[in-house]
């Protein structure tokens, strides 16, 4: 399978604890975003990179979550010091440079519960 | 901000006829991109078709077609023929157009359910 790949699929944990979530988007992707999306509510946008350089984070992205993408491949969305509100599928999305507007390749997400 | 209204939280529709999903959005903006994504269960979301504001024919995709309606800030997605792969959530979705169309802004869905 040659799509966007997210790991854990599932995560439970308990709140303050620390959680990392990773994403390996398709392999000639330069664009990687992470959403997040609450139960009932659409996609959010929470920040964006192209290739290593983190171009755009949301305000929803508080100073308890950071997003890396060394090298410009995989990239890793940790969150520190879990709240329950932080319980959500976390969504990652990539596309190519040049790649049609507004059309992102999602991964299936990780979907956090915190206890 | 722009916002974007899902006024359906869940429709249903028998296999084989026509269903149509409703969706209004509010910008100020004058370009700018509309979308409708599926979300099967437990499976990534994807695109299902795209218009242009600046664009008056509305777009169409197989049995997937958009009802654009630029001075009503409307853009309703119809269902043709449907499915049972099409039972799914639908979300309809914004962005601007130029460099941040990437920063889509969604709705917040609608169930649709297919009966066989």
């Known amino acids: 399978d040659t799509g966007v790949s997210q790991n854990p699929r599932h995560k439970i944990t308990k709140r303050g604890q620390n959680v990392t979530f990773r994403c390996d988007p398709i392999?000639?992707?330069?664009?990687l975003y992470w959403y997040r999306q609450t139960l009932g509510q659409g996609p959010e946008f929470l920040t964006y990179?192209?290739?290593?350089?983190?171009?755009?984070k949301s305000r929803l992205l508080s100073d308890r979550f950071s997003a890396e993408r060394p090298k410009g491949s995989f990239s890793t969305l940790e969150i520190q010091r879990t709240e329950q509100g932080d319980s959500a599928m976390y969504l990652c999305?990539?596309?190519?440079?040049?790649?049609?507007?507004?059309?992102?390749?999602f991964g299936e997400g990780s979907r956090l519960t915190v206890l | 901000a722009q916002t974007v209204t899902q006024s359906q939280p869940e429709m249903s529709v028998q296999e084989a006829e026509t269903v149509t999903l409703s969706c209004t959005y509010d910008?100020?903006?004058?370009?700018?991109?509309l979308f409708w994504y599926k979300q099967p269960p437990s499976r990534q979301m994807i695109l299902v078709i795209r218009?242009?504001?600046?664009?008056?024919q509305n777009a169409t995709e197989n049995r997937f077609s958009v009802n654009f309606q630029k001075a009503a800030k409307s853009f309703s997605l119809k269902i043709s023929d449907s499915q049972l792969g099409d039972a799914a959530m639908y979300f309809c979705?914004?962005?601007?157009?130029?460099?941040?169309?990437?920063?889509?802004?969604f709705g917040k869905g609608t169930l649709l359910t297919v009966n066989p």
């Open positions: 999305a990539s596309r190519p440079a040049g790649g049609s507007a507004g059309e992102l390749f």
């Open positions: 392999s000639e992707h330069n664009r």
């Open positions: 990179f192209q290739n290593e350089a983190q171009l755009e």
């Open positions: 910008t100020s903006e004058s370009d700018y991109y």
């Open positions: 218009q242009e504001a600046y664009k008056q």
């Open positions: 979705a914004y962005s601007k157009s130029g460099g941040s169309n990437y920063k889509l802004t």
